[in-house]
């Protein structure tokens, strides 16, 4: 699904911030557009994060990277840490960061816990 005719246009990145994108279109971009819809503020909050800073070095229960088999994934025949960040008590976004390109690919963005985690 590529961007059409009423879709928000989502500016490039300054320098020394990452691009954001959408490692899967029809997954990650109706979730995203659920979770703006549930918590705009905090939907905000998360893409500024990870425009600004996906991985910190102090990690918190709201952002942290993801362990066992989560803790990488491969976007693009590049294997990459994965990172989540929770929006809401229920709602995550997790992304794959590409540090080369300094690209954050979100992989999941939903108002639903995702059960992959739950496993980890």
């Known amino acids: 699904m590529s961007a059409g005719r009423g879709d928000r246009v989502a500016p490039p990145a300054p320098d020394g911030h990452w691009e954001v994108r959408f490692?899967?279109?029809?997954a990650s971009?109706?979730?995203?557009e659920n979770l703006a819809r549930q918590a705009?503020?905090?939907?905000?909050?998360?893409?500024?994060v990870m425009r600004t800073e996906p991985a910190p070095a102090?990690?918190?229960?709201?952002?942290?990277?993801?362990?066992?088999?989560?803790?990488?994934g491969t976007h693009r025949g590049r294997t990459c840490r994965q990172w989540?960040?929770?929006v809401t008590g229920a709602g995550r976004v997790r992304c794959l960061l590409d540090t080369s390109r300094a690209t954050c690919w979100i992989t999941f963005a939903g108002t639903g816990h995702p059960r992959a985690t739950d496993r980890s």
């Open 23 to 26: 490692a899967d279109a029809a």
């Open 29 to 32: 971009a109706k979730g995203w």
């Open 40 to 48: 705009r503020e905090n939907t905000f909050r998360a893409w500024t």
């Open 58 to 72: 102090a990690e918190t229960p709201r952002h942290h990277r993801l362990k066992g088999s989560l803790a990488h």
């Open 84 to 86: 989540q960040i929770e």
